[in-house]
C-alpha cells in the first residue's frame, strides 16, 4: 500500500507530463478508429485542433452502432467488454459508455491507490471485514452483439476483482443480489451478527447508509427477534436470499439481548448508534460530496464519534480523483486529479475557455471534459469543479454541482449547491428535520415558478402546522441568492414558488421506481431537479400539503 502511494505522490509531481503522455497513448492506440480518422487526428497537436467537445447525444449513434456489433473500430480499437449504464436519476433516459480492459485495469489501480491512503491514515489490517451496504442486479441485458449492458455496481459484483477483493463483507453474495428493502434488512442482520468484527461500514452513497440506519432505528425490535429465535423474519421473501441468510442465522440470545439494551436507549441513537454496536469500526465509508452533503447531519447523527470518510471521485465514464486526506471532515472532502487513468481538460465557466490541468486557476469553476482509452473523446461529463489546491502539479477539485441538476423557469440559473443550502438554511430557522428533498422547473403555467418537495421526519403532527410551513415556503422563496432570481421574482416573470409536503415514504418510493426501470439500488442519488415526467406523476400523488409564497419582498425569518 505504502509503495503505491509513493508512486502516485511521484507521478503528481509531474502531472502535466504524465497527462500528456497519457493523451499521447489514447491517440496513438486508437488513430485508426473511425471516430479520430473522420477529424485527421494522428497526434496529440491535431486532437486538440480538431476534436470538438461533445455531449452524449453526439455519441450516441456510434456507442449503439458498437453495441449492435457494427463492423470496424468505431470509438475505440481494444474489444469492449461491457456498457456500463449510467444512474439516470434525473432523467428516463440512461446513458451506456463502452468499458475496455486496459479501463477498467486503470479504474482498479486507482482504487488501490485511494485505499492506500485509507489504510496509511486509518490502518484496518490487510484483510479487514465490512459491513456493506451494497446493491446490485444479478444480470444486465445484452446488446444485439452479445455484450452486457448493466450498472457499473452490477459489472463489479459479478467481476473476477471483486471475487479477489481483500477484504471480507459480512453479507453474503446473494444479499446483494436480492431486493431492496429485503437486501438492506440482511444486511442489517448480517451486520449485527458478527457486530463485534466489523472493521469499517461502507455503501456507495451516504442516502444509502442514512436509509439504512433508519431502518434499523425502525426495525432493531425484529432484527433482534431474528437474532433471538434464529428463524429470519417473513417479510423476505426472495428464495435465494432466504436460503443464504437462514444459513448463517442461529439461535443467540444473549447477543440479542446485548443488542436490544444498546438500541432501546434514546441515548445510543442521539450520541452516535454505530460506535455503540460495532465497537471496532473506525470509519464509514461513502461519497458525501455534491448531492450527498444534505445527508451528512443524519448521518452524523449516526456515526456519533466514528469518522465519515469520504470515497473517491468516480463516474460511470472513469476515475476523476481520489481523496488522500481521509482524516478530512466530510463537508471539507477534495479530490485530487489522478494524472494516469484519463486524460482531463476543464471548460472554464466564466468564458467557455478549454485548458488543460497545468493552466487552472484556484477557485475557478470547471466543467470536467475527459478522454478516456475507451473511445470517448473531449466528452463533457456533466460535473462542475472548482479547484481549490494544487498537490505537487496534480490540481485538487471541489465537487460543485450537476449541470443538469439546475432550476430554471427564465433566465435564471439555480445550481443544486445553491438549492441544498436554501433548504438547509430554512430547515435550520425552522427547527425542521427532513427525510429528503427534490425540485422541480414548473413551465407548465405562467409565469414559470419553482417546485419543491420534502418529506419532512418530525413528530406526524408537524404537517398540520400549517403557519409554520407557510412560513417555510415564504423563507425558502427569498432566500435564493441569484440576482436573475430575485430579478424576476420582483418583475413578475418568476411565479411564487411552491412547497409541496408529501407522505412518509416518498422518497423510499422514488428508489424502488428507480430499481424497477434498472437503475441499481446502489447507485441511487435522489434527483435533485425533476425532469422525468414519471417521477412528477408519483410525486404529484404523494402530495399531502402545497403551499404558495406570498407576494416578493426582502429577505423574512422564521
Known amino acids: 500500500m505504502e509503495a503505491l502511494v509513493n508512486e502516485f505522490e511521484d507521478m503528481c509531481r509531474n502531472a502535466a507530463l504524465v497527462q500528456e503522455e497519457i493523451l499521447g497513448a489514447i491517440v496513438e492506440h486508437n488513430a485508426s478508429c473511425e471516430y479520430l480518422r473522420s477529424y485527421n487526428v494522428t497526434d496529440t497537436d491535431s486532437f486538440k485542433a480538431h476534436i470538438p467537445i461533445v455531449d452524449y447525444e453526439d455519441i450516441a449513434a456510434r456507442i449503439q452502432r458498437m453495441a449492435d456489433g457494427g463492423p470496424g473500430s468505431v470509438l475505440c480499437k481494444d474489444p469492449v467488454i461491457v456498457f456500463i449504464l449510467s444512474s439516470a436519476t434525473t432523467t428516463d433516459k440512461r446513458k451506456a459508455f463502452p468499458l475496455t480492459t486496459k479501463s477498467r485495469s486503470l479504474k482498479n489501480h486507482a482504487d488501490k491507490i485511494s485505499a492506500g491512503y485509507r489504510e496509511r491514515d486509518f490502518p484496518v489490517g490487510s484483510f479487514p471485514t465490512a459491513l456493506a451496504f451494497m446493491y446490485a442486479q444479478p444480470h444486465g441485458t445484452l446488446s444485439k452483439s452479445g455484450l452486457p449492458i448493466m450498472p457499473g455496481s452490477s459489472f463489479y459484483f459479478t467481476s473476477q476483482v471483486y471475487k479477489e477483493r481483500p477484504s471480507r463483507s459480512t453479507s453474503t453474495d446473494e444479499v446483494i443480489f436480492g431486493p431492496w428493502w429485503e437486501s438492506t434488512y ?331 426501470n434498472g437503475s441499481a439500488a446502489g447507485q441511487y442519488k435522489t434527483p435533485r431537479c425533476i425532469k422525468s415526467p414519471k417521477v412528477l406523476e408519483i410525486l404529484e400523488g404523494e402530495i399531502v400539503t402545497t403551499y404558495r409564497s406570498s407576494e416578493y419582498l426582502p429577505k423574512d425569518h422564521i
Not at 225 to 252: H, Q, S
Not at 398 to 417: I, K, W
Open 186 to 516: 440482511c444486511h442489517l442482520l448480517s451486520g449485527l451478527i458478527l457486530r463485534t468484527e466489523v472493521d469499517y461500514i461502507t455503501s456507495f452513497f451516504a442516502y444509502t447508509l442514512v436509509h439504512a440506519f433508519n431502518m434499523l432505528e425502525a426495525e432493531w425490535r425484529n432484527l433482534c427477534y431474528d437474532i433471538r429465535t434464529g428463524k429470519l423474519d417473513e417479510r423476505v421473501k426472495d428464495v435465494k436470499l432466504r436460503a443464504a441468510v437462514v444459513g448463517v442465522l442461529r439461535e443467540d440470545p444473549d447477543s440479542a439481548g446485548s443488542i436490544e439494551e444498546v438500541c432501546s436507549s434514546n441515548v445510543s441513537w442521539d450520541q452516535g448508534i454505530v460506535l455503540k454496536l460495532w465497537p471496532k469500526a473506525k470509519y464509514l465509508l461513502t461519497v458525501v460530496t455534491g448531492g450527498m452533503k444534505p445527508y451528512i447531519p443524519a448521518l452524523r447523527r449516526y456515526a456519533g464519534g466514528v469518522h465519515i470518510m469520504g470515497r473517491a471521485y468516480i463516474g460511470s465514464e472513469g476515475v476523476y480523483g481520489i481523496n488522500i486526506d481521509p482524516a478530512t471532515e466530510p463537508e471539507n472532502v477534495v479530490f485530487t486529479l489522478v494524472p494516469t487513468t484519463l486524460y482531463m481538460e476543464f471548460l472554464r465557466l466564466r468564458d467557455n475557455k478549454l485548458v488543460d490541468s497545468s493552466n487552472l486557476e484556484i477557485s475557478e469553476q470547471y466543467e470536467l471534459v475527459i478522454t478516456t482509452h475507451s473511445g470517448l473523446y473531449r466528452y463533457k461529463v456533466g460535473d462542475v469543479v472548482k479547484v481549490v489546491a494544487f498537490f505537487h502539479e496534480s490540481p485538487q477539485m471541489a465537487f460543485e454541482y450537476r449541470r443538469s441538476a439546475v432550476l430554471s423557469v427564465s433566465l435564471d440559473m439555480t445550481s443544486e449547491q445553491e438549492l441544498q443550502n436554501v433548504v438547509r438554511r430554512t430547515c435550520i430557522e425552522a427547527n425542521l428535520e427532513i427525510v429528503d428533498f427534490t425540485s422541480h422547473s414548473n413551465l407548465s403555467e405562467q409565469p414559470g415558478h419553482y417546485v419543491i418537495y420534502w418529506e419532512l421526519k418530525n413528530e406526524p403532527n408537524i404537517y398540520s402546522n400549517h403557519a409554520l410551513l407557510n412560513r417555510c415556503c415564504n423563507v425558502l422563496d427569498r432566500s435564493f441568492t441569484s440576482i436573475l432570481y430575485i430579478t424576476g421574482r420582483r418583475t413578475g416573470t418568476i411565479g411564487p414558488l411552491k412547497l409541496v409536503t408529501v407522505k412518509k415514504g416518498c422518497f423510499g418510493r422514488l428508489l424502488e421506481h428507480a430499481v424497477r
